[in-house]
């Protein structure tokens, strides 16, 4: 396969995987959309946290509710628990790596707050601790996984929403979360002050 042809493969993958997950993820975008809505009507704020590539995605969507998405409107609180290298470093020294984002929940997190936790396999454990977290502190959980959903999915309580790419592929998955951060962030914007 020359490199056209593996460019063309990449584009058709990532517009099959999209389609796909049209279908299956629609209604739980949906439902999370309105849940962040109310959250945020409520005095509440998002927090969102991820590692690698899914710490970008969480850093975008702080960044998108904070500034502007496409609308011209008031920053809305939320916070990338990715950010703070300080804070970050020190709790990982020590503590654990795994506590990096379940620390900061514990101190900031308030029981009408949501917290956006992105995991492409559902299994990164600093990332299970910080839903476990939430959960102690009454925090609902909307989450963005992939494959099988990982130990993620078998932690989530009734109230939580995931929303779990069909892919076994990391980019795809990747993919399909940026796509649904935008989403989110459009149907928040439509919520609150419409077209």
Do not use: W
């Amino acid at each position: 396969m020359n490199l056209l042809e593996r460019i063309e493969q990449n584009f058709t993958d990532s517009i099959n995987t999209k389609q796909a997950s049209l279908a299956s993820l629609q209604n739980s975008i949906a439902l999370a959309a309105q849940m962040m809505t109310h959250c945020l009507l409520e005095g509440g704020k998002i927090m969102a946290c991820g590692n690698g590539g899914s710490a970008g995605d969480a850093q975008h969507f702080s960044s998108e509710m904070l500034n502007r998405f496409e609308m011209e409107r008031p920053g809305l609180p939320t916070i990338a628990l990715t950010t703070d290298t300080s804070t970050i470093t020190s709790i990982a020294n020590d503590y654990s790596y795994d506590e990096i984002f379940s620390r900061q929940i514990q101190a900031l997190g308030q029981a009408n707050d949501i917290l956006l936790a992105i995991s492409t396999s559902g299994n990164s454990a600093n990332v299970v601790r910080a839903v476990e977290m939430a959960h102690n502190r009454s925090i609902n959980v909307i989450t963005l996984t992939g494959k099988d959903g990982g130990d993620i999915a078998t932690r989530l309580h009734q109230n939580d929403i995931e929303i779990r790419v069909p892919s076994e592929s990391t980019a795809r998955i990747q993919e399909v979360h940026l796509l649904t951060i935008h989403c989110l962030c459009d149907l928040i914007d439509h919520q609150l002050i419409g077209q």
